[in-house]
């Protein structure tokens, strides 16, 4: 384990207990860069990898594809070599083409039943999205979310309702690649510790990922 010294850059995920393991900038990315990416690649990471288990030529339904997470998600399954379909709002259908995601499904206006069979669901939203997706997963596939337990299961596969965990060499695998521009973070909205509350319930819908400087 890398020590932290006082001159290092160091990110860590907001929560309701003080920071117990900041990770250095180990890969020296730009500040709001580093700070993006510990929660949100590590739950695309591991609701591919670990609990997806993701291979290449496989078809992958990422909810959200333009939020932090999904478009997180988007541009790893991409690089897996899976073939993405995007979800999300007719807003946001660039967004999540621009990030890797191959098809769009507008969710106020196509159908989600058109999408057919896909080996992989990644959810992020539950409720009746996440029951519909059940049943678009293939014989032997899966459905993870994060948006806690599924309503219903696939058919003939799994559905994993995960936590994410800390992991310090997914962590540096995630950092290596978006510095050496493999991976792009999806910063929506920069705060103070002052206004962390706020930022946390804004009044309107806000894209990507959330990030709180703790000094100015």
């Known amino acids: 384990m890398k020590a932290i010294v006082v001159t290092d850059e160091a990110a860590g ?3 309701m207990k003080l920071v117990e393991r ?3 900038d180990a890969a020296r990315l730009a500040s709001l860069s580093g700070a993006s990416i510990a929660m949100t690649g590590l739950t695309a990471w591991q609701g591919l990898f670990e609990h ?3 291979r290449a030529g496989q078809s992958v339904l990422v909810h ?3 939020g932090a997470v999904g478009s997180m998600a988007a541009q790893l399954a991409r690089q897996a070599g899976a073939y993405v379909i995007g979800t999300g709002r007719a807003a946001h259908r660039q967004t999540a083409l621009d990030f890797g995601a191959q098809e769009f499904v507008d969710l106020e206006n196509d159908s989600l039943e058109d999408v057919g069979g896909v080996d992989l669901v990644f959810d992020v939203f539950g409720g009746d999205i996440g029951k519909r997706s059940a049943g678009l997963v293939r014989a032997g596939g ?3 979310t994060v948006a806690g337990p599924p309503e219903a299961r696939p058919a003939d596969g ?3 309702d995960f936590v994410v965990v800390s992991d310090r060499a997914q962590l540096s695998e995630i950092a290596q690649r978006v ?5 792009r973070t999806n910063i929506g909205q920069i705060a103070t510790l002052d206004d962390a509350v706020a930022a946390f319930n804004p009044t309107e819908r806000v894209k990507g990922k959330t990030i709180i400087r ?3």
């Open 64 to 66: 959200g594809a333009a």
């Open 158 to 160: 799994l559905a994993v």
């Open 142 to 144: 899966t459905l993870v």
């Open 179 to 183: 510095r050496d521009g493999r991976l």
């Open 22 to 24: 900041p990770e250095p």
């Open 52 to 54: 997806g288990h993701l």
């Open 214 to 216: 703790v000094r100015p």
């Open 13 to 15: 995920t907001a929560g």
